[in-house]
């Protein structure tokens, strides 16, 4: 079914770009997703025993949760509070982002409560979501807020085994893989697809709940489920299709497609390896959280912006850079994992934060200057007056589904 004019492929009306007004409203939360990620880089580079100041006793251990819940939970749950237009869903993102700053600044227990409780929300926003569209990529999506939830609860109970990461990692997993089914919608799914993705998704469930029981066969049955979901968006995704034409389009689906290729090979590390704590640890998460989802949120920036923050993200072929970088960081540093190589291990663990930053400066710096520049062919101050609508000076802002692959 096509979309309503002026809607995209989701039926949604295409974002508004109000210039830096729209920016400076959000920008509070912009703050804490920034702190929370230069924080966890940092608690990265401690991690992976790299002789950098320590600055704060507790860093190292918060590394995964201010990755997760501070820096991508925070961003992911605005973009979800943005799109179901509700105030009370703006909680999530600030107790995600207040709730990781609270715990680093001494709060332990009240900053993990924040957590929980921005879990909580998200949870009920995507009960909102649900009820308005009950569908399997709204419910997968469910999953994942529960996924956070649960996470969340067991490390505000002092767990940081792997079954609490799986859980976090469920949030991401689940999250992007719904959007994705969300998204495939549009190529007329058969009921087989759908029973497969559902059939995956539960596969994927059940080993997270088998980990309470047997950490090592709920691992392995994690695994499966991540192999099979990689295999299912393989199959299935619009990325196929759209890495043969050019510019955004193919950008965004080399982004995806590296992501499906990496989410195997995670699968297959959880399988062979299970609960194992040694080498296999960081590449059992670090090829979901890095190979995956930063694939996947490196390949979606140039929608996210626009529909988070009204602003726009026209194409570079410079986003290629830290595309190529992320990867290749990531084999050598998985290499180092396979081969118990230390050296690989820290080369390809600074070349993924390397990725990371210059990612947030070539698409931050090419936000702002597109903002800025048609601004002023429009012949005003992109610091716009409180309550002035920059609708018209950004009139030719495509619609968020042109841009996905
Ligand atoms: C950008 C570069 C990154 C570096 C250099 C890095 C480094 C590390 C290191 C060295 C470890 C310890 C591994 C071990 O004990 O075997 C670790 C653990 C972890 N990382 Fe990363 N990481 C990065 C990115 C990420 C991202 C993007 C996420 C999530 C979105 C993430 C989530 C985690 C989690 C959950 C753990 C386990 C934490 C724990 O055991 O306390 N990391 N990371």
Known sequence: MEPAPGHDRRGEAPPRLD???????????????AFCLLAGLWAGLLRLGLDVPELDASLPADHGPLMILGFLGTLISLERAV??????????????????VVTLFGGEIPG?????????????????????????????MGGGAVSWLVGAALWLDGRTDL???????????????GERLELARFTRLEPLARNLFLGASAIFGLGLLLMFADETLGARVVGVGLLALAAWLGRYDLARRTIRTSGLTRYMAACLLAGYAWLAIAGG????????????YDAKLHTVFLGF???????????????????????????????????????????????ANRDAWQTGGVINEIAILLFIAVVGGTAFR????????????????PGLSAHDQLPSMPPAGDFEA
Do not use: C, E
Not at 19 to 33: I, T
């Open 19 to 33: 210039s830096l007004a729209g920016l400076r409203r959000k920008a509070p939360l912009l703050v804490l997703v």
């Open 293 to 339: 989802v930063m694939s996947m949120v490196f390949g979606h920036a140039a929608v996210i912006f626009p529909a988070v923050f009204r602003v726009a993200v026209p194409y570079k072929t410079a986003f290629w850079g830290h595309l190529v970088l992320l990867h290749a960081g990531l084999a050598v540093r998985i290499l180092g994992d396979a081969t």
């Open 83 to 100: 799109a179901l237009g509700q105030k009370w869903a703006f909680l999530a993102p600030l107790g995600a982002g207040l709730g990781m």
């Open 370 to 385: 597109a903002t800025r520049a048609r601004a002023r062919r429009q012949g005003r101050s992109p610091n716009l007056a």
């Open 163 to 177: 079954t609490t990461f799986a859980w976090l990692a469920g949030f991401l997993v689940l999250t992007v893989t």
């Open 112 to 140: 993990n409560w924040l957590l929980v409780g921005a879990g909580a929300v998200l949870t009920a926003a995507a009960i909102v979501i649900f009820i308005r569209q009950p569908a399997l990529h709204s419910a997968v």
């Open 269 to 280: 590390t959880w399988i062979v390896s299970g609960a194992a704590y040694g080498w296999s």
